[in-house]
């Protein structure tokens, strides 16, 4: 709604080109209210139908006539009692509205004047005089004709506070709108601020007020003078609303529009500078980016979101915020190899021997390589498959990355999931952030410039996860080959296919990655090596790298597999070669330097200069210590380093049937040594013992090495031979080790680590293990040459194991044990 005044003062002038003077037309009528209803009403009077406006009496209102019928109307209405009956027409767009399409209550107006303007239309000047109602249609031609009733105005009891108080608000309401709208000249409130009579003034502000043409109906109708100036009210205040709010938005946008415009005057003086110094380089970078894209193949789709986002590159101040973020976007899209790929040499006697020069053993994963470049080969498309690698650290999981990647052609690129806590690493950032990058994913395809490279993706079970989201989730997408061909980049906003790509992860440990992620891979387990193998790395691989790496000739250092093996034994322990790899860098660097310092020296490694260098040896490792002595069983463990023996020791001393565990013994192990001693307990007749063989007997187990934690349930089968073999005091059979967990019912279950377990025996001088049945099928997927020399035992129950454990001989100097 808006306050329209025709005229910012009381009397405005109309040109009358009938008469050819200018006469002065009151917009009000002056006087009292009774002079303004002192007029004569014939019973029937013509009635003009008013198409977009409401007569109010009082009000004197100008009326474009254009309707042929109105014409006629107003011209024989003027020439006789010139009093007319003006009636809104309910719909505005009925060009011939019937009687039934007026408004029952209307105005008694009389005509002041009429006017022919110069484009031939006629205007009428009337003022309104009564409210009126209509009762009957006369006649309808040549124009309506109606009996009329007149509505007296329902004036408040004088004096009356409540109306002043309306009144004073419509006054001041209205000078408000006068001054917030800009489209009304302040000379208008002179003409709110003239009008005397309070009836006249809701009645001009009613007709000035720009709100719909049926709501000026309804405040017309409204018989309480009191009434309709508080409905009127109602109206002006929304008028406020709505005017400030337009006013408080053309506000921002002028804000917003002035400094647009600076900016852009700005930015063509910068241009006229950078032109006047020889050309706007960013204009000249742009250029440079079309010009690549038209060299690019790439999806139609890509081409035309790099278009668009060029574009808007070339519309951004360089000083804007988000200028660095549209610049990085563009040249990633540029960068990206968008179906570039190289092609795969499938030739697969050159890739096994690319393999095998790399690597010594790791024979699955090469299998797997050579199967899927033979499939390669012969269909010509295939899924890259998902290998996860995991082992203990050292033996070659990430460098074999590269050696794929160099047998199959491809380009190889690495990533280092360790400690990532970012989900946005691995999907990307949004544009919307200052500072954001692609993720990790695409920055590394871009590096490559290739989409079919060998992918490491090394320590995938070291992610983190935090209040940043999970990237292992995120990973799920990356790593299954029915989704990656979609995979979709926060920052680039479009998908990108990974269906091409290698993906090889690498790990230590499968406990820490979730089985969802699990179940994508394909696992490949990689041991530890034998000390022959570590023997043949060492010959083969690590020494003649590191003689080159020193400029070391072969001639200038010999070492010997007797020395060979000290090291290793000695001065390592570790599955894998790297502390290997170490040393002997250590013992090259001295040669050089012998070398370099002309020094004479035995070329020929000893094992007196390998104590100069290295100095004394940091590892010895258990041994089998003999079975002279009741209690103390072999048993053997699995660690990150690789398989281990441990011993198990029970002694026993009077007391009440107390159990003590010492060793740094974690929860589940000290389990074990309950269920092994309940379990004796309850079976103590098929020993020969008492039931109540330990009432009278405390027990105490220790396992050597008690700085270094121990934890698992692979010895309890251990810790019941140790147990039994101190209460009977009989030997322990030679050169056995075991492993394996057990239950109160006397079950032997399989435990895992078997390959690391048996490597750990065969160094420590053991010719016989004991394994639960359920393992077997482990032994039989080690190959021959680890496993040789050594007898397998496998076993259902706990007395199945102790009867081959326990022999019927006594210990030397046996212990005296009663149970009395």
Not at 13 to 21: A, H, T, V
Not at 406 to 419: D, H, P, T
Not at 621 to 628: F, K, P, Q, S, V
């Amino acid at each position: 709604m808006e306050m329209r005044f025709r005229k910012p003062v009381r009397e405005f002038l109309l040109p009358d080109i009938i008469d050819g003077e200018g006469d002065i037309v009151p917009i009000i009528a002056d006087g009292e209210d009774g002079d303004l209803e002192d007029i004569d009403v014939p019973d029937s009077i013509p009635i003009l139908s008013l198409r977009n406006t409401v007569l109010f009496p009082g009000v004197v209102l100008p009326i474009a006539i254009g309707r042929p019928r109105s014409v006629q109307l107003i011209k024989e209405a003027y020439r006789t009692d010139k009093i007319v009956g003006t009636v809104a027409q309910k719909d505005p767009d009925t060009d011939n509205p019937s009687f039934d399409e007026l408004h029952t209550v209307g105005t008694i107006g009389q005509i002041v004047k009429l006017l022919e303007m110069p484009d031939g239309s006629t205007t009428a000047i009337i003022q309104g005089r009564k409210r009126m109602v209509l009762n009957e249609l006369i006649t309808d031609s040549p124009y309506f004709i109606a009996r009329v009733r007149t509505i007296p105005e329902i004036k408040p009891e004088s004096p009356s506070k409540d109306f002043d108080a309306i009144v004073g608000s419509l006054k001041d309401l209205s000078l408000r709108i006068i001054k917030i709208n800009p489209t009304i000249s302040p000379e208008a409130s002179f003409a709110i601020k003239n009008i005397e009579n309070n009836t006249y003034l809701i009645n001009f502000i009613c007709s000035n007020t720009d709100i719909k043409v049926q709501d000026k109906q309804r405040l017309l109708e409204i018989n309480s003078l009191r009434d309709r100036g508080y409905s009127l009210m109602e109206h002006l205040v929304q008028e406020i609303q709505l005017l400030e709010l337009k006013n408080e938005l053309q506000s921002k946008v002028k804000s917003d529009l002035d400094q647009q415009q600076r900016e852009f005057l700005l930015h063509q003086q910068m241009k006229t500078i950078q032109n006047e110094l020889g050309g706007n380089p960013l204009e000249k970078e742009i250029e440079e980016f079309r010009k690549k894209a038209e060299a690019k193949s790439w999806p139609k789709e890509v081409a035309a979101t790099f278009g668009k986002e060029l574009g808007k590159l070339s519309r951004l101040n360089p000083a804007a915020s988000e200028y660095s973020v549209q610049i990085n976007y563009v040249q990633t899209l540029l960068d990206l190899p968008w179906e570039s790929y190289t092609e795969d040499n499938l030739d697969l006697n050159n890739a096994r021997k690319v393999l095998d020069d790399d690597h010594f053993g790791l024979d699955e994963v090469k299998e797997r390589i050579l199967e899927h470049l033979a499939v390669l080969k012969l269909k010509g498309d295939l899924k890259s498959p998902i290998l996860c690698l995991y082992g203990p650290p050292g033996v070659g999981k990430t460098s074999l990355g590269r050696s794929v990647a160099k047998a199959l052609n491809r380009k190889y690129v690495r990533m280092s999931l360790g400690g990532l806590h970012d989900e946005a690493e691995i999907r990307g950032h949004r544009k919307t952030y200052i500072g954001a990058m692609p993720g990790r994913i695409i920055q590394n395809l871009k590096r490559a410039g290739s989409s079919n490279p060998v992918f490491i993706l090394d320590e995938i079970d070291k992610v983190g996860q935090d209040f940043r989201g999970d990237p292992s989730s995120a990973l799920l997408e990356v790593l299954d080959p029915e989704q990656n061909s979609t995979f979709f980049d926060n920052f680039i906003e479009m998908e990108y296919d990974l269906s091409k790509v290698l993906f090889i992860a690498t790990a230590n440990t499968l406990s820490t990655v979730g089985p969802a992620l699990r179940d994508r891979m394909e696992l490949i387990e990689i041991t530890g090596y034998l000390v022959e193998e570590k023997l043949e790395i060492a010959r083969q691989y690590l020494l003649p790298k590191q003689l080159e790496n020193h400029g070391v000739k072969a001639d200038q250092l010999i070492i010997g597999k007797q020395v060979l093996e000290t090291i290793i034994d000695k001065y390592t322990r570790e599955s894998g070669v790297r502390e290997l790899d170490k040393k002997l860098a250590k013992i090259v660097r001295v040669t050089a330097k012998n070398i370099a310092s002309e020094i004479n020296y035995n070329p020929e490694l000893s094992d007196e200069m390998l104590t100069q260098i290295l100095g004394p040896p940091k590892y010895i490792r258990d041994l089998y210590a003999g079975n002279e002595q009741a209690g103390v069983v072999t048993g053997l463990a699995w660690t990150a380093a690789g398989g281990e023996i441990l011993f198990v020791e029970t002694s026993l001393s009077r007391g009440s049937g107390k159990l003590t565990l010492t060793g740094n013994l974690g929860e589940v192990m000290k389990e074990s040594a309950i269920i092994a001693l309940e379990y004796l307990k309850s079976n103590a007749e098929l020993l020969d013992l008492p039931d109540n063989f330990s009432e009278k007997w405390n027990i105490h187990i220790h396992v050597p090495e008690g700085a270094i934690p121990k934890d698992g349930p692979s010895a309890g089968i251990t810790m019941a031979a140790s147990i039994a073999s101190a209460f009977t005091q009989r030997k322990v059979k030679k050169h056995l080790a075991m492993t394996g967990e057990i239950t109160l019912r006397g079950k032997v279950l399989p435990v895992g680590g078997i390959k690391e377990k048996i490597l750990a025996a065969k160094r420590s001088s053991i010719r016989e293990i004991i394994l639960s049945e359920d393992n077997r099928k482990d032994v039989e997927d080690i190959k021959p040459i680890y496993i040789e020399g050594l007898k397998f035992n496998y076993v259902n129950t706990i007395m199945e194991a102790l009867n081959l454990t326990l022999l019927r001989q006594k210990v030397k100097n046996p212990k005296k044990i009663t149970f009395e």
